[in-house]
């Protein structure tokens, strides 16, 4: 939140553009959303932060006004996603802090949006697939006259979405070498592997 390259012009370089937006290449990989920057930035379209800011994660992690903001069904699910998403390896104790955060930044999303209508205008959010999702993510936190749509990006032929109402519409990529995310989480988590 709070970075932008709306300062920045057409010409500017990658570099530029990182550095505008405080890039953290380790959460979210340039080679993967890089030329979309750029792609935005070349047509003078601003591009800004929308997260939520790290610093207040752990404030988010106790506020548990937080669990009411999805109804009970979504919020159960997104418990589910946070479990699967670090592939059991959490203690059951963090899912409802972890939670906690996500429908945060779900929220802090929505308000960023929320900033940039403009009448006449479209705003896109690039963001992962689970903040996209309609039935758990930013959707469910926009004001109901926003008209919004959610498209899935899927590699391959990937697996579908056991809720069939999550997204409008699927993009295809294409298919991406297998990786074992969780074998790499594992490896970084070793004691919570055991």
């Not at 792609?39 to 994660?57: C, E, I, K, S």
């Not at 418990?79 to 779900?106: F, V, W, Y």
């Amino acid at each position: 939140v709070g970075v932008s390259t709306a300062k920045l012009k057409p010409s500017s370089t990658e570099a530029q553009a990182r550095r505008a937006l405080k890039w953290d290449d380790k959460a979210w990989p340039w080679t993967a959303y890089g030329p979309a920057v750029m792609t935005a930035v070349r047509a003078g379209v601003p591009v800004l932060g929308a997260n939520l800011p790290r610093d207040q994660m752990p404030a988010s992690m106790n506020d548990s006004k937080l669990d009411g903001q999805l109804p009970g069904p979504a919020l159960k699910a997104q418990q589910q996603g946070i479990r699967l998403g670090h592939c059991n390896l959490l203690p059951e104790s963090q899912i409802t802090p972890m939670t906690r955060i996500q429908i945060a930044k779900d929220i802090t999303i929505a308000d960023t949006v929320h900033q940039l209508l403009l009448p006449g205008k479209t705003v896109v959010l690039l963001t992962g697939n689970g903040h996209a999702d309609r039935t758990l993510g930013v959707p469910q936190h926009l004001r109901a006259d926003v008209k919004a749509k959610s498209l899935q990006l899927r590699a391959g032929d990937g697996a579908t979405t056991d809720r069939p109402n999550a997204f409008d519409g699927v993009w295809p990529t294409p298919a991406l070498p297998e990786t074992d995310y969780c074998a790499e989480l594992k490896a970084q988590w070793p004691a919570a592997g055991k």
